[in-house]
């Protein structure tokens, strides 16, 4: 075999986290403004979904939960006052359910962005809906700095915060729970947190307050994740952290900087947490430029992606979508390829594995074109998103999908429409579509990267279908489709599917290494030696007199004439007079091929009427005098007539 890694191009990577925030605290992404109607809200939010896609973004990560309340019917908590303007008060519509579905359908992932304690941003529960657990539950909450705040040191808050955000799980398809930096609040100089009677009752054999409130974070998260884990372990559980955990002078296993620290600030121990593996990934605000002199962005890159290793938790990085050429930032800011070196620095370390752009209105901005010049330069191609790391990457869960079936490639006004079915008994939750300019895609590194992905679709049904609207007439191209299941595993292709330059002929193209695609016994190797193979490898035997063919399976649409072609590397030591069988609406038909010549090409072996269905169609039989090893290596049907 060839243990030769394939070359990728780094600007276009195969697989790659892309997000954006969509705010809705204070209305600051979505919806702009409350009390507008249920038509104007969705038509913002497809207006914010539309925009993730034609930026080949991938998920984005909207606030579901701003203020202990809710942007679904919840069981638990009142509908939030960012949709109508009264808290309470019904929008007409589920936002929570049309997010999923829209997103879903432009196969965007949705996180659910819960914000934990938070319950308002001023100090009077008296404007709160009557029906607000906070006030029904004066004792769970909290004052501080003009805000209200649920006591995280409660256990009866811990369980309830946990239920309600249950509630939108266990009823929603949201593809992962997202919390950012706020646990207890930020410190205000002067100012304490009035959780003493909390500490006094619930505090015992902690070494301070600080330690005891790391506590009571620290079992909101662990029990979460467990939680999620039983309901439903393919929803991931990610968070998005303040930058720095603790600076190395205050602790040697913190980062070279001088910034304020979650550790101790917010009794966050978010270091903690990714080495205890509680989650699925970890997405730190890293807020600050290259070369900051009190958080360097590349310092800090490098202190997370030392922390994430060997966890199996994916790193994602929070960029500062919201400082570009903004007055009064440090000047770094004003360059409009500061956010575009971050990304091209975060190449050099494997362990991160994508972005989030805080936040969608300044991602549309596109202020000094910033957002532009990123997408250009990491953005060019969609990417599959990450294969699920921490606690959603169960190994004991089945094998990923198996792939799928191209049914029809048709030529349109408009371009190219393809349709496929998912393998019988798959239930895969997405598909790629990769697209070759050609009919001899041979290559054996064509999915190594991006530069062959087309899309990735949602699936609906049985299968999915795609419209190819870049198709160039009169260009022949060489389809792929794979599938995905919900942690992003991805299946072989099935059979290439070829359109022809001229026509809409059916054309398939089966490599022994297509799954399901070639069936031989133990006696026919596996090889890579030989150039002018088509993919990655090839089969081969030793000539002997049994009945012993490798048989590459095709699907035969209808029952027609079919131009059936092979390809094979050539080789000296190859067999002159190769046997091939064709099995033929009428029985087996037999010819011989001199395998030491005219490799590396299609090679035809005749025109023949095959019946419709799903069977083995041509074969390589060992039956042949002795003269060199048999190869089956690939096969391609063409339909003779349109």
Known sequence: MNDVPCPTDPAMPKRQFRGMWIATAANLDWPSRP?????AQQAEARGWLDLAGQLHMNAVVVQVRPSADALWPSAYEPWSAVLTGRQGGDPGYDPLGFLVDEAHARNLELHAWFNPYRVASHPDPARLADSHPARRNPGWVLPYAGGLYYDPGLPDVRRFVQDAILDAVTRYDVDAVHFDDYFYPYPVDGLVVPDQDTYARHGTGFGGVEEWRRHNVDLLVEQLGQRLRAAKPWVRFGISPFGIWRNAGTDPLGSATTGLQSYDALHADTRGWVRRRWLDYVAPQLYWHLGHPAADYAELVRWWSATVDGTGVHLLVGQSAYRIGVVGQDPAWQDPVE??????????YPAVHGDLLFRAADVRADRLGAISRLVAEHYRRPALLP???????????DAPPAPPAVTAAVRAPTGVRLDWLAAAGGTPVGYAVYRLTGTDAAEECVLADAR???????????GGSYADATAAAGTAYTYLVTALDRRHRESPPGPARVLLADDDRFCVIVDNATAGGLTASGSWGTSSYSAGRYGADYRFADPQAVSDPAWFTVTVPVTAGYRVEVWHPAAPGYHPAAPHLIRTATGLVSRVL?????????????????????YPVVGVSRWAPAGGHLVADAVRLTRDTP
């Open 452 to 462: 062959h992905l087309l899309a990735t679709v949602r699936a609906t049904g049985p």
């Open 339 to 348: 956010l575009s070196r971050h990304l091209q620095l975060n190449r050099t």
């Open 387 to 397: 294969v699920a790391g921490g606690q959603a990457a169960d190994p004991s869960a």
């Open 594 to 614: 001199d395998q030491r010549r005219d490799g590396g090409r299609w090679r035809e072996l005749g025109v023949f009427t095959l019946a419709a269905g799903r």
């Open 35 to 39: 009390g507008l109607t249920p038509a």
